[in-house]
């Protein structure tokens, strides 16, 4: 995400949290680098359980000051509708 990003912020979160369009969340940790803010630890693990593939874009709403809407399309422009169960499962101590 662009540096610019971080001026919808007072201070930039540590982590967000992470919900999808079925109401499941998980937690990453979020860093400067390079002068943008990127998602660290979690966003690997949210990306294989939610099957993001390239080609596919995501988009992120602020919600709240430290949670962002996660909507995924695929490379046919359709949103992706995720399942839950492997996702509560793996998340299940970061929630």
């Given amino acids: 995400m662009p540096l610019d990003f971080t001026k919808h912020f007072v201070a930039v979160p540590t982590e967000f949290k992470l919900k ?3 109401g499941c969340s998980s937690r990453v940790i ?6 943008k803010v990127t998602l660290g630890q979690g966003w690997a693990t949210y990306v294989v359980l939610h099957e993001i593939n390239i080609g596919y874009m995501v988009t992120f709403k602020l919600l709240t000051p430290d949670t962002l809407k996660v909507i995924i399309f695929d490379d ?3 949103e992706v509708v995720n399942k839950g169960g492997k996702h509560d499962e ?3 101590a970061t929630d």
Avoid: E
């Fill in 20 to 22: 999808n369009n079925i």
């Fill in 30 to 35: 979020v860093k400067l680098m390079n002068y």
């Fill in 76 to 78: 046919d422009g359709i």
């Fill in 90 to 92: 793996a998340f299940a």
